[in-house]
């Protein structure tokens, strides 16, 4: 049975974050950055680990060519600086042979990684005022490095905002974040076709006059939720035409500027305007979602074979039973073309060869149909000795994962194991050793919130928290009930990992809650084993009405309209019945008889929580102001 302990909010509930302008994450995640692709840009070069000062596939749409130096730092920002060549530049396209004239120079930094993910992505940009795109966006090349290597192939571009700050012939693209999803489609010894849908919103202000924070959660193969200034605005499903799962390929991150061949390319009066001829780049932020209990750990090798199942087959895998067990390419993938299909008994499994002794993390990504599925791994010696598992039961993919270490046989067995009747998918297995990653700083500022009303569970005497949080680097989090009196009655101190979360965890409470004493209940953030610096609380406090002999926290509740009230609180019950009100601190406020309209004046009661008692029923009611 639970009770809901509502009673008084103490801290305020909201909290406005004005640095990391990311969605609220889903329960038991957390967002962390991805390094990969956030960059600051409050140094004075490119980082050349993250970033190609050019792109590496393209000279530039003529008649803007890509060119290094256009690239600069300033004031905190990445500048490109468009502008007119001296003399026009003739380049050949060695892949069409195709020749074009360029006359100016546009920019480009794009990422080195190209396996941009699901995850939120953000730009704060100010476009230029001349008639070149400020532009950020994630795009792929063709799979297998050229249109031909396989076919079908495909690529996949998402345009999280184009803006031309001069384009007066096309006011939207100086106004509103325009925003695109291409699938580019080949069949074998066929054209290329482009799938393109697109979705835009008002920027409220021209691109060219304010910095902007341009945002896209690219949510799954199917869906991307935009947002300007931290306000989601509009969605885009990309074109399932060709693949029920569109975008489910990683891609690498551009921010480029361009002539298009819509807009007449500027002018070299505008290319030679300092105020007008340059794109401003604050940052670039992207993060990832992460089970929110587990540590960052070093990028290390992936040890195993196939991970994604991309061959298209169990190259690498072995395995037993299964009706079927197979690998499918069809709506059930999570990323790439492949996943795997179990309808047990059976299990795909994979041997892997570790060093002895050491510790390891093995994940993956599942979904499933019926039943709950077993990610494991044992010893391949003749015991089969066990060393981990992990349950999977949802029907929407995500992702899970355990620590195991090895004994003295580095040789084990990784399974995804199904029992008769149980039936789901899997994709994306990941098998690396655990090293501590260096600590990095996240955008986050520190909070801290009760994102739900704490929940008392009488049957096994503990508080249920849920606990949304911001930290920028690995921190603690201290639960904590005191007594009217101040005194601790218990605490624990969990770990709360760098990054932008959200936590369901339990105090259990060692002693018996006296009847009408106030506690309450505090969230603290503070620094790894330093409880005497706190960065951010919360709390909550309540009027405990547990009774000794009855061990409830309410009999029999009335019947109260309009509850939140503020003249009268009408009472379904009998009149001439005697009532008490109490505050939240167990005061009593206000007693009477019930009229004969069976109602109570509450007019002179200050604005809070009261619980109302009449004959043996209690409930709690709000007078508001
Ligand atoms: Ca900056
Ligand atoms: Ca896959």
Not at 61 to 69: E, H, K
Not at 249 to 276: C, F, G, I, K
Not at 531 to 555: G, H, I, K
Request: glycine content about 8%; charged content about 20%; hydrophobic content about 35%.
């Amino acid at each position: 049975m639970k009770f809901n302990l509502i009673l008084l909010v103490i801290a305020s509930f909201f909290h406005q974050n004005l640095m990391a302008q990311v969605p609220a994450p889903p329960e038991g995640q957390r967002w962390v950055l991805n390094e990969a692709f956030s960059d600051e840009f409050n140094e004075t070069s490119l980082n050349e680990n993250k970033w190609y000062d050019h792109h590496p596939y393209w000279v530039g749409r003529a008649p803007a060519m890509f060119i290094p130096t256009t690239l600069s730092f300033q004031n905190g920002n990445l500048e490109i600086k468009n502008f007119k060549f001296d003399q026009d530049s003739i380049w050949v396209d060695p892949w069409n042979g195709e020749t074009n004239t360029y006359t100016m120079g546009g920019g480009a930094i794009v990422s080195k990684s190209e396996n941009a993910h699901y995850g939120f992505y953000e730009v704060k940009m100010k476009a230029s005022r001349i008639r070149m795109s400020s532009t950020f966006w994630l795009k792929n090349i063709w799979q297998g490095g050229s249109s031909n290597a396989v076919c079908p192939n495909s690529i996949t571009e998402l345009d999280i905002v184009e803006a031309v700050g001069g384009a007066d012939a096309h006011p939207d693209f100086m106004n509103k974040m325009k925003s695109n999803t291409h699938y580019i489609h080949k069949e074998c010894d066929q054209d290329q076709v482009w799938h393109s849908e697109g979705g835009d919103a008002s920027v409220g202000g021209h691109v060219s006059d304010d910095f902007h924070v341009y945002g896209a959660h690219w949510q799954n193969a199917n869906g991307i939720q935009f947002y300007i200034d931290g306000q989601p605005k509009h969605f885009i499903s990309p074109s399932t035409a060709e693949s029920d799962t569109p975008f489910s390929r990683p891609m690498a991150m551009h921010m480029v500027t361009e002539t298009y061949d819509w807009v007449t390319p500027p002018s070299t009066a505008d290319l030679n305007d300092d105020n007008r001829n340059t794109t401003y780049y604050d940052w670039v932020r992207s993060y990832y979602l992460l089970d929110v209990n587990e540590p960052l750990t070093a990028a290390t090798n992936n040890f195993i074979q196939n991970s994604g199942l991309e061959t298209g087959d169990f190259t690498n895998w072995i395995g037993w039973g299964g009706s079927p067990r197979e690998v499918v390419s069809d709506d059930h993938v999570y990323s790439g073309n492949y996943a795997i299909h179990i309808v047990g008994a059976g299990a795909p499994e994979q041997v892997v060869l570790l060093s002895p002794n050491t510790t390891y993390r093995l994940s993956c990504y599942a979904k499933i149909i019926s039943g709950e599925i077993a990610l494991g791994v044992k010893e391949t010696n003749t015991e089969e000795t066990f060393l981990g598992s992990i349950d999977f039961g949802e029907t929407d993919y995500t992702r899970k994962s355990f620590e195991f270490t090895t004994g003295d046989e580095p040789e084990v067995k990784i399974y995804f194991f199904a029992e008769n009747g149980e039936e789901g998918y899997a994709d994306e297995f990941e098998l690396v050793q655990v090293t501590n990653a260096p600590e990095i700083a996240m955008p986050f500022e520190p909070s801290l919130e009760f994102y739900e009303t704490p929940i008392y569970d009488f049957a096994t005497n503990t508080f249920l928290s849920k606990i949304e949080y911001r930290a920028s680097i690995d921190r603690a989090l201290l639960i904590e009930l005191t007594n009217n009196a101040g005194t601790i009655v218990d605490s624990k101190t969990i770990p709360a990992f760098a990054g932008y979360g959200k936590k369901s965890e339990t105090l259990p409470i060692n002693s018996q809650l006296n009847n009408n004493e106030a506690y309450t209940l505090t969230i603290q953030l503070i620094p790894t084993g330093n409880p005497d610096v706190v960065l951010a609380t919360e709390s909550f406090a309540f009027s405990s009405l547990v009774t000794s002999t009855e061990n409830q926290l309410l009999n029999t509740p009335l019947t109260i309209a309009p509850n939140p009230g503020r003249d009268f609180l009408k009472i379904a019950g009998n009149n001439s019945e005697a009532f008490t009100i109490v505050d939240q601190m167990g005061r009593v406020a206000k007693t009477g008889v019930l009229d004969t309209n069976n109602t109570i004046e509450i007019l002179d009661l200050t604005p809070g929580l009261y619980i109302i008692s009449i004959g043996t029923e209690k409930e709690t009611f709000v007078k508001i102001r």
